[in-house]
């Protein structure tokens, strides 16, 4: 996964300016930052309620309505397990217990060496071919233990 | 040179090695000096065959699956570009029964052509239906929608040529067609499989509605959890864009209508019409209060149609065929086909166009064969988080609207989830509530409190306290909640819940003298 350039209010400033012409601008506003900067800067909110003449409080509401947006930069890698049904028929209670002993960290959090952020998500649209996984964008079907641990490895994340 | 060979570019081929299996093709095509021209199709929704590889064939597309990197030199030893017999030839693609016996009319392209070329679009019958629409008046178009009985294929099943004919008949400056591809249902893929398969589909779908009502403008609300459909749609609407097909004017000869992909953020909740709206517009995505309806106050305040993808990319065909064509497929009120998707423990598992009234039984034992984990059966959810567990005793339900609701279920988008007997179904309606409370918008009470409290007194029960009176509260709360939620989320969680209390009582009574099969485990 490439890694996200640091926090820059001016080039912040400049995607924002190229995208609130749209009609509601709000989310592919919040979307680019967050590809860009791999999250959503708190410094970010009276930028884009400057640009699209909203409150501060209503950008607010918004970035934290939804789950896709961070708060904090993620881990280098972020790895994404479904847990709805689907899955669920198929095992993935286990395989989040068993991500979260490999991973060493719980779900929802990154690991102390910045390299992986665990994440439940609910639903990858991958349900004939459970447990899913998302790594980095990329999606695994019928993620068993063994294979969860070879993708792990794949991605150089020591124990 | 050998005929073209496909290799399935859908996220779910992929997710088990589809891409990997391109690559060893190609690799061992230039090893061996043999020119082949490989082709990334779409799915054919045979997800247990994937990576299925195809090849062009005189006798037709022969295919081969589940096909592993490491198989690719045997292949090429069999010569399977010419056909070759192999350990993992499948014959005729078309000659698999899970296949044949398909009514694939909304998905016929699916997994066919090379979805983003619109020279295969076009040669597989695209842009017909769109041709002949622009032909008709508006209130033609609308009218043809509403005798073909298509209903809306996202869960709530009303009538789409009344959906049009509000927005038809509303008069305003600006109207918009929304598509609904917040596709967040567990066990659904469909609507996935379609932008990633057959792109072009639903393009020309919304842009029929688009010049039925006199709509400029379209959306296409597509959810984050699908980066790879976003892509591929988007590059969809680059290209029919370019070629003239959607944009200033629709094919040349009709009026403008611009096409534009926009990304959810993970919210549940946008799948519900009006949230999704504000989502659109920029807002949290709470859900709004109707009257007035979208038809008439949509997006921006304006008249706008809110469907599902799966309603929009099955309207060309019934302009292609006709409207009686496509309502002769179907039972009762339940008119033409329902892409299902059979999804969880299941050995068999995929998408499967068929007219309406199959049985839950046909689906898993048939077409399904049973679990993938080879334990006994023991529940289904179809509908989505949102629908009902249904036992053994209840498999002969015909997949019919109508059936679904006589025993308190409903079809949603088409999804079919089945569990063996390790799971539990107090787990499963706790996590319903759960899951209410999390994508909750929080707007009315019901929902955002209803459901915590829910999966309180669900974990009580379970723990065993005061087990009679808190089942009395947990369905007096299912009762309010069913009644008093502004939506569906709040509306049909009890749905769940319910009938996992009904249908499965002793996996709430945690001292039952024979324990269920999980407990034992």
């Known amino acids: ?129 459970s447990p899913a996984v998302m790594i980095d964008g990329e999606l695994h079907g019928r993620v068993d233990a063994a294979r969860f641990d070879e993708l792990i490895d794949e991605l150089g994340i020591r124990r | 040179m050998s005929g073209r060979i496909f290799v399935p570019i859908d996220a779910a081929a992929l997710s088990v090695g589809a891409g990997r299996v391109a690559e060893a093709i190609a690799r061992e095509a230039a090893k061996r000096g043999i020119a082949i021209e490989m082709v990334r199709n779409g799915t054919r929704g045979m997800l247990w065959l994937e990576p299925l590889v195809e090849v062009e064939t005189p006798a037709g597309r022969v295919a081969y699956g589940p096909v592993a990197s490491a198989d690719v030199a045997g292949l090429f030893d069999a010569d399977f570009q010419s056909g070759g017999a192999h350990a993992l030839s499948l014959g005729l693609t078309e000659e698999i029964s899970y296949f044949k016996r398909q009514q694939r009319l909304t998905f016929a392209r699916c997994g066919i052509v090379d979805p983003l070329s619109l020279d295969d679009y076009r040669a597989h019958g695209g842009w017909n239906g769109l041709e002949k629409a622009l032909t008709l008046t508006g209130a033609e178009i609308v009218e043809q929608v509403t005798q073909s009985g298509l209903r809306g294929r996202g869960g709530a099943g009303f009538p789409t040529g009344i959906k049009w004919r509000t927005v038809l008949n509303a008069p305003a400056d600006q109207k918009y067609i929304v598509c609904n591809a917040d596709e967040g249902d567990s066990g659904t893929f469909a609507d996935r499989m379609l932008m990633e398969g057959d792109p072009y589909a639903l393009i020309e779908g919304m842009a029929i509605a688009a010049v039925a009502v006199g709509a400029t403008q379209g959306f296409v609300y597509i959810r984050s959890e699908y980066p790879h459909a976003f892509r591929t749609f988007q590059t969809a609407i680059e290209r029919a864009t370019a070629a003239g097909l959607i944009g200033p004017s629709v094919m040349g000869t009709g009026p403008a209508f611009h096409l534009e992909a926009r990304l959810g953020a993970g919210a549940y909740i946008c799948g519900e019409e009006t949230s999704l709206l504000e989502s659109l517009e920029g807002k949290r995505g709470l859900v709004r209060f109707k009257p007035p309806l979208p038809a008439i106050e949509g997006l921006f305040g304006k008249p706008t149609i809110v469907n599902n993808l799966v309603s929009l990319a099955t309207v060309p065909v019934i302009f292609e065929k006709g409207a009686a064509f496509y309502r002769d497929f179907g039972m009762g009120r339940s008119r033409g086909t329902l892409p299902i998707q059979l999804a969880g423990n299941v050995k068999r598992g995929g998408l499967i166009e068929l007219a309406f009234g199959i049985t839950l039984r046909e689906l898993i034992e048939d077409y399904g064969q049973g679990t993938a984990s080879g334990r006994p059966f023991r529940a289904v959810q179809v509908g989505g988080p949102l629908g009902a567990y249904f036992p053994e005793s209840l498999l002969d339900t015909p997949l019919d609207y109508e059936a679904f609701a006589a025993v308190k279920g409903m079809l949603g988008h088409g999804g079919v989830v089945v569990f063996d007997d390790q799971v539990d179904l107090a787990e499963q309606a706790k996590f319903a509530m759960e899951f209410c409370a999390e994508e909750s918008c929080g707007k009315c009470t019901p929902c955002r409190i209803g459901s915590t409290r829910g999966a309180e007194v669900i974990e009580k029960i379970i723990a065993g306290e005061e087990r009679g009176k808190n089942l009395v509260l947990l369905d007096d709360l299912c009762n309010l909640m069913l009644d008093g939620s502004l939506c569906a989320l709040g509306g049909l969680t009890p749905y769940p819940v319910l009938s996992a209390l009904k249908h499965f009582p002793d996996d709430f009574d945690r001292s039952a003298a024979v324990p269920p099969a999980h407990a034992a485990e």
């Not at chain 1, 972020?78 to 028929?89: F, P």
Request: glycine share 8%.
């Open chain 1, 1 to 129: 996964m490439a890694q996200s350039a640091p926090f820059d209010p001016e080039i912040a400033r400049d995607v924002i300016t190229g995208l609130k012409h749209l009609p509601g601008a709000t989310l592919p506003i919040l979307h680019a930052l967050q590809d860009r900067f791999g999250y959503v800067d708190a410094a970010v909110v009276p930028l884009i309620a400057d640009a699209l003449n909203l409150s501060r409080a209503e950008i607010h509401g918004v970035v934290t309505f939804y789950h896709h947006f961070r708060a904090a930069p993620a881990g280098a890698h972020v790895i994404q397990l479904c847990h709805a049904e689907a899955c669920q028929s198929m095992g993935c209670r286990e395989l989040e217990r068993h991500a979260e002993a490999r991973l060493g960290v719980a779900l929802g959090g990154t690991r102390a060496d910045g390299r992986a952020t665990l994440d439940a998500v609910y639903c990858l649209g991958n349900c004939a071919l």
